[in-house]
Each structure stands twice: as structure tokens, then as C-alpha cells.
């Protein structure tokens, strides 16, 4: 199942059901649902004359099109839709809904249309971004707050929980699949989401939700776990295309922002990586940093051999293959020129930044068998020498500190001291002791590094005697030899 078909099939259906020309409305979440899973090119095939912002503060009126506006049903949205209706731009509007829309809030924009506008309202499930064929987010403005207890600020809390909720409903109706939900159960945040998913679907919207059974074929399971459970993995450094791309350089939307790099041209300023429109990328975007280097290397030579070709031009019929195939030597041309200057830039960053020797302590830290003096000088001499970024070094102290919460306290305080000496600023030092806070050794279930335990530390022991005792066997064997 490939989540962008869902929203494609959506996003086609809407704009081919309004004839002729036509200007698309957005707000600022399903602009960023459809910059996701549509190029503006194969927007502007389906007859649309404009992509529109509802919250814009001025827009021309234009009558002789219709609107299709492509919206989330919230408060907000449905006020700003009102006072559309009062001044309009458009000729008609058509609305589509990315969610289930309360009985108040239809009532609310009847209200509004005194001019009678609104020629159609429908409700197409596409409640949530996808990122990649198999993954989708849910976008929170304060995602922070699931971290910290609903006492805390419970209002925030509350809309963080009720937007994850909208966003998992609507991915279960527009896959139309009935499901089963478990959760973390020590996790007050998990708690609640499943509580509310769980209330909405069989109590407050079943039959919205009940497609029915599919013969033998088992409900989809719906796990719902807590990130502190496992703090380290998105806090190491990762050496795959698309995550290194978005960790050192910046993803958005599928856009990457080159405009920083020195000499850069304009046309590679900004680059879009994505899987459905660029066949390199999706080919690669799981490929390690070594097999990106070769495969870069792969796509340039294959350009070198068009471009020999495309000099070679002696009559008139390779004047006219010239001319006819230009615009995909044009794009094979670009494509080549974007994945060089990315990943030429990851190349000066891995370099300028030290990442590889980062990395290996990393995995050093979190991986080998616990060694606190060992660790700590290594982590100080890296965190105290040059190249490192301030986040680099408070990211390897993160990591530290969780690997040696109890006994290396002193050790922590050591070097957040020594880093603050060196200019770290006092907000990013403050997050070591945020994580420990809130995804700390008491916060979490599993024995995150199988040492916390008696029974984890007995097996470890037991390896580590046992490689002793092969060794010790390997010697005798050569002396009796």
C-alpha cells in the first residue's frame, strides 16, 4: 500500500469533479498535505489557474473561476471561510473537507453562505502528510507537550492528543480498514490517544467506522508506543540518502534549501527529493553513504555518455533526435547537477563536522559492553576539540549521560561544565537535563542498554567470562600443539 496513492486518488477525484478552470485553497496543513504527493506541473494539468492560501490577506477577485477549497474542518478554517462567503473572490466554492466535520460547524458555514456559493460539501479522508510510501506524520504545533505530563498544560495536551486522533481516524477511512488497538500501558500520553481513538470509533462515530468484516483476513493493529521508551535511536547519527539529507542539510515538504552553499548555481538552489518524481532518489533514499558515492557516481557517467552523444551531430537526422529528445537530457542534465551538489555538501559536512569519529562514539557508547572512565575522556576529548557543532556535542552528551545515568552523574555535570566554558549556550546544555527528566532510567520500561538489570548484568558477565575462557582454551591448545 502506497500512502501518496490515497491522497493522489483524493486530490484527482476533487479537482476532476469541478469542470473547467479553477483555483485550488489551501491552509497552511493540506498545503503541505498536497505539496507532499503532487508537483505543481501535474496541478496545473488538472485545469487549476491558481493554488491559493485561505489565510492570505488579499487575493483578486476572480469570478469566471470556481474554488475548490481542500481544508481542515477546524474552527479557524470555518470562520475564515465565512468571511470569504461575505467578500467573495470566486464564482462558486466547492468544499472538501480533510476530516469528519461536526454538525455545529456545517450549521456555522450554512450561516455564512447568504449568497448561496457553496455549490457542494464532502468529506475526503486526508487528514495526514505522508512522507514516503510507508510512512506518514501527523503534524503537531507543540509536539513537546506529549512529553511532560497533561497536568502540566493540559489544554495543549488535550489538543495534541485530539489532533493525533483526527489524524489516525483519517488514515483508517481512507484505507477503510476496521482495527485493533494496543498501547504502552505505562505511558499517560498513549493512554489517552488510545482511550480517544477507542471512544470515537466505537462509541461517538461507530458507524462511520464499521466497514465490516473481510473474511479471514485479521484487523490491522494500531501499537501505540512512547518515544521515551528508547531515546538514543533518533539521537544517533544517521548514514542513509534521505535521513542524512534531512538531518544535515534540512527536508521540508520534500524540498531542500541549497541556497547556503558557496557558489552553488541558481537552478540548484532548491531541490525537490521525491521518491515519486525522481527515480534516482527513490531508488536510493535507503541506500548507506557509501553506496550514495557510487551511485552518484553511476548517474554522472551516464550523463557523460548522453552529452558525448549530443555532440556528435553531423546531418540532419541527428539534428532532429537532438531536438526531440532535449527535454529529457534537460532534466537527466538537472537531476545529475542536484544529487552532485547535495551530496557534494554532505561530503564537506561529514568532513567539517567530524561525523565519522562522532559517529563511532556514538555506537561506542551505546553498543560496547560499559567502560564510564574510558567513555567520558573520549567524549570530553571530542566534545573540548574543533569541528564538532554545539548540537553535535550536546547530542553526545545526551547519549552519555543515558548510557551512565546513576553512575555517572559526576561525569555528566563534567562535561556540561566543560562545555559551557567553551560557549555552548545554557539552552542547549539545559536540554541533558530535560531528556534525563523525562526519558530517563525511572521513565522508561525495557532495559534500554541490557545492563540495568541483575539478570542483564549476570548474562554479560557470563559473555564476557565465557570469551575468557575460550580464549584461555585457544592458548592452551597452541602450547600443546
Known amino acids: 500500500m502506497d500512502l501518496s496513492s490515497v491522497v493522489r486518488y483524493y486530490v484527482d477525484r476533487m479537482l476532476k469533479e469541478v469542470p473547467g478552470m479553477k483555483v485550488l485553497l489551501l491552509d497552511a496543513d493540506t498545503t503541505r498535505i498536497v505539496s507532499t504527493v503532487y508537483s505543481q506541473s501535474e496541478i496545473l494539468e488538472q485545469e487549476v489557474y491558481l493554488v491559493e492560501r485561505l489565510d492570505a490577506d488579499r487575493r483578486d477577485q476572480l469570478f469566471h473561476l470556481k474554488a475548490v477549497c481542500f481544508l481542515r474542518p477546524t474552527r479557524e478554517n470555518i470562520a475564515r471561510i465565512r468571511r470569504e462567503l461575505r467578500e467573495p473572490c470566486y464564482g462558486e466554492y466547492n468544499m472538501y473537507f480533510t476530516n469528519r466535520v461536526e454538525d455545529m460547524r456545517l450549521q456555522d458555514l450554512a450561516e455564512g453562505d447568504s449568497k448561496e456559493l457553496v455549490s457542494q460539501v464532502q468529506e475526503f479522508f486526508g487528514d495526514f502528510v505522508v512522507m514516503d510510501p510507508q510512512h506518514f506524520c501527523i503534524p503537531l504545533p507543540r509536539s513537546h507537550v506529549v512529553l511532560q505530563p497533561f497536568s502540566w498544560d493540559y489544554a495543549n495536551s488535550t489538543d495534541a492528543v485530539t489532533r493525533m486522533t483526527e489524524g489516525l481516524a483519517s488514515l483508517t477511512l481512507s484505507l477503510r480498514r476496521r482495527f485493533n488497538i494496543r498501547y504502552q500501558r505505562n505511558s499517560e500520553a498513549c493512554e489517552k490517544l488510545a482511550q480517544s481513538l477507542h471512544h470515537l470509533t466505537t462509541v461517538e462515530e461507530r458507524g462511520l467506522f464499521d466497514f465490516g468484516s473481510r473474511g479471514q483476513e485479521a484487523s490491522p493493529l494500531v501499537l501505540i508506543l512512547d518515544r521515551k521508551d528508547d531515546p538514543v535511536t533518533p539521537l544517533l547519527l544517521q548514514w542513509t540518502y534521505q535521513a542524512m539529507v534531512h538531518e544535515l542539510i534540512g527536508l521540508d515538504t520534500n524540498r531542500v534549501d541549497l541556497s547556503h552553499i558557496p557558489g552553488v548555481k541558481k537552478d540548484f538552489q532548491e531541490a525537490?527529493?521525491?521518491?515519486?518524481?525522481?527515480?534516482?532518489?527513490?531508488?536510493?533514499?535507503?541506500?548507506?553513504?557509501?553506496?550514495?558515492?557510487?551511485?552518484?557516481?553511476?548517474?554522472?557517467?551516464?550523463?557523460?555518455?548522453?552529452?558525448?552523444?549530443?555532440?556528435?551531430?553531423?546531418?540532419?537526422?541527428?539534428?532532429?533526435?537532438?531536438?526531440?529528445?532535449?527535454?529529457?537530457?534537460?532534466?537527466?542534465?538537472?537531476?545529475?547537477?542536484?544529487?552532485?551538489?547535495?551530496?557534494?555538501?554532505?561530503?564537506?559536512?561529514?568532513?567539517?563536522?567530524?561525523?565519522?569519529?562522532?559517529?563511532?562514539?556514538?555506537?561506542?557508547?551505546?553498543?560496547?559492553?560499559?567502560?564510564?572512565?574510558?567513555?567520558?575522556?573520549?567524549?570530553?576529548?571530542?566534545?573540548?576539540?574543533?569541528?564538532?557543532?554545539?548540537?553535535?556535542?550536546?547530542?553526545?552528551?545526551?547519549?552519555?549521560?543515558?548510557?551512565?545515568?546513576?553512575?555517572?552523574?559526576?561525569?555528566?555535570?563534567?562535561?556540561?561544565?566543560?562545555?559551557?566554558?567553551?560557549?555552548?549556550?545554557r539552552q542547549l546544555l539545559g536540554l541533558v537535563r530535560t531528556l534525563l527528566l523525562n526519558c530517563g532510567q525511572e521513565k522508561r520500561v525495557g532495559d534500554l542498554f541490557s545492563d540495568m538489570t541483575f539478570s542483564s548484568r549476570f548474562a554479560t558477565l557470563a559473555k564476557q567470562n565465557l570469551k575468557v575462557c575460550n580464549a584461555a582454551r585457544a592458548c592452551v591448545a597452541l602450547l600443546c600443539a
Do not use: P, W
Open 272 to 425: 525537490v527529493l521525491s521518491y515519486r518524481q525522481d527515480e534516482f532518489f527513490h531508488k536510493n533514499m535507503y541506500a548507506n553513504f557509501g553506496d550514495i558515492g557510487s551511485a552518484v557516481k553511476e548517474l554522472v557517467d551516464e550523463f557523460q555518455k548522453q552529452t558525448t552523444n549530443t555532440k556528435r551531430i553531423n546531418t540532419i537526422e541527428d539534428m532532429q533526435n537532438f531536438v526531440e529528445n532535449f527535454s529529457e537530457f534537460s532534466a537527466a542534465q538537472r537531476n545529475a547537477g542536484k544529487h552532485v551538489t547535495i551530496m557534494s555538501e554532505l561530503s564537506r559536512l561529514v568532513d567539517a563536522r567530524t561525523l565519522m569519529q562522532v559517529s563511532s562514539m556514538e555506537q561506542e557508547v551505546v553498543c560496547s559492553a560499559g567502560n564510564l572512565m574510558q567513555h567520558y575522556e573520549a567524549v570530553l576529548s571530542l566534545v573540548l576539540g574543533q569541528g564538532l557543532t554545539d548540537a553535535d556535542k550536546v547530542r553526545l552528551v545526551m547519549l552519555f549521560s543515558l548510557r551512565y545515568e546513576r553512575e555517572g552523574r559526576a561525569q555528566t555535570s563534567d562535561l556540561l561544565q566543560r562545555m559551557q566554558e567553551t560557549g555552548v549556550a
